[in-house]
């Protein structure tokens, strides 16, 4: 299977160092913006070009925020497009005729899709942790004014700062553990659309259809399982992980039951 991963990443290198280049012109974008507003805040803090500097630097950290999500996106399209290639297009059946079982086939594509999102996961996190201090630099000690004010006022309305901030993380939790699931549904339905539903007439539009039916159930009983007062009980990280267990469970259930169904209509019917 070892192989097969490597494959994938050479197969889609120059999407992947596309995402990495884009991401190292924000950061440094982020970095220019940050020496600059810096600079200018000790010379004069309230002058325009301060201003100026300071918009730019919200500017660099929203684009950071925002690549974020463009590439849970990118990595789940990479995915369901380069598999859906290999079972639609005559010159990719190369792949399935190796001495390589079904399981390993799809495997490697699913753990290819996991690996590549825990990579880039690891590198806008760690880019964050590093960028937090640089930022507060930047802009002087007023944050933590900022940010103690707003303590106070959430806990006198019977918020918590904490709390918010272990909400925001639960949500990136969901988003990541969404997609690798959602990828996987698309991979059975890409797969049922590809063996035994063939040549038959509208076949990729049931396809279709069974994919945004099945996300749907799988929604549904996601919030059926998710704890009505979710946003009021998230108060420590071991909070974060008993409400995020569920859901983890799920995802995995219906992982391996689409990797296990993609691998036997594989191995029961690849049309060459």
């Known amino acids: 299977m070892l192989k097969l991963i490597k494959y994938e990443f050479r197969k889609n290198r ?12 924000l950061e440094a974008y982020f970095l220019i913006s940050a020496h600059l507003a810096e600079k200018y805040r000790l010379l004069d803090a309230f002058s325009e070009a ?14 950071l925020a925002a690549a ?5 996106m990118a ?12 079972l639609n297009q005559k010159t990719s059946y190369l792949i399935f005729m190796t001495p390589n ?9 699913l753990l290819f899709t996991l690996l590549t999102g825990v990579g880039f996961a690891g590198l806008l996190l760690g880019l964050a942790a590093a960028d937090f201090p640089i930022f507060s630099d930047a802009i002087g000690s007023e944050w933590r004014g900022y ?21 925001i993380a639960f949500y990136v939790c969901v988003v990541f553990l969404s997609i690798i699931s959602t990828v996987s549904v698309a991979y059975f339905a890409i797969t049922l659309s590809a063996t035994f539903m063939r040549g038959k007439k509208g076949h990729a539009l049931v396809s279709v259809a069974m994919f945004l039916l099945l996300s749907w159930g799988i929604s549904r009983l996601t919030s059926l399982i998710m704890p009505d007062d979710v946003y009021d009980i998230l108060r420590s990280t071991s909070d974060l992980m008993r409400v995020m267990a ?6 995995v259930v219906v992982l391996v039951l689409s990797l296990l169904s993609c691998a036997w209509m594989l191995k029961k019917r690849v049309d060459l």
């Open 14 to 25: 120059t999407l992947l160092l596309t995402i990495l280049g884009i991401i190292a012109a």
């Open 50 to 63: 301060t201003q100026k500097t300071e918009i730019n630097l919200a500017v660099s950290m929203s684009l």
């Open 68 to 72: 974020s999500f463009g590439t849970a």
């Open 75 to 86: 990595v789940f399209v990479m995915g369901v497009v380069g598999y859906s290639r290999e």
């Open 101 to 109: 079982s079904t399981m390993s086939m799809v495997g490697s594509k």
């Open 147 to 167: 940010y103690n004010l707003l303590d106070i006022f959430m806990t006198s309305n019977d918020l918590s700062l904490t709390g918010a901030l272990l909400t």
């Open 246 to 251: 569920p859901q983890g469970l799920l995802d």
